[in-house]
């Protein structure tokens, strides 16, 4: 899965299945930034394929669009509240990795419901396991300075991401 995506930059090619039917992949790429919601999105296919009565629109190929976003037959109403919403946000990547994980839908639940959980599960970037592991015992215990040296903090992480925590692409989140 891709992680990387600038939502910023998202464009979908717009054909139609009567056009690609007869031999034909006519459409044209379609720059979502241009677009406000989904209904103006809508307007502009319809524009585009003003030459056939009731167009079902197909999604040929598309860049910059989440996994769940869009499918070759249905472009998701939440799409655009999405990109409003990650337009300020610094770790879309960790976003995006948090939504994969198989406990989230990105186009039927509520962006503002998951933003609230995403904000409560993130922890932050890390290096590895170990280098979470050695901050949170920083911040929990009051290990001795001289103790540090000996103290496990691989098998310290090994639990923590057992239950815990999980660690994925450099990011950790709560469970």
């Not at 394929?49 to 249905?74: A, K, V």
């Not at 396991?129 to 300075?145: G, T, W």
Request: charged share 25%; glycine share 4%.
């Amino acid at each position: 899965m891709q992680y990387d995506i600038n939502i910023a930059e998202a464009s979908v090619y717009v054909g139609t299945y009567a056009k690609y039917n007869n031999g034909s992949i006519f459409g044209k790429w379609l720059d979502l930034s241009d677009y406000s919601d989904i209904n103006e999105f809508y307007e502009a296919c319809a524009s585009l394929h003003q030459d056939e009565e009731d167009p079902e629109y197909m999604f040929q190929d598309y860049e910059n669009i989440p996994e769940g976003l869009i499918s070759e037959c249905s472009f998701s109403k939440n799409f655009f509240a999405v990109r409003d919403a990650l337009d300020n946000m610094d770790d879309s990547e960790a976003f995006f990795i948090w939504c994969s994980n198989g406990h989230h839908n990105l186009s039927s639940e509520r962006v503002k419901d998951l933003l609230t959980s995403f904000n409560e599960d993130f922890i932050g970037a890390y290096e590895s396991e170990s280098e979470y592991a050695e901050e949170y015992v920083d911040n929990v215990y009051d290990l001795p300075e001289w103790a540090q040296p000996y103290f496990d903090y691989e098998k310290f992480a090994t639990n923590l991401f057992c239950g815990d925590y999980w660690f994925s692409n450099g990011y950790v989140f709560r469970c």
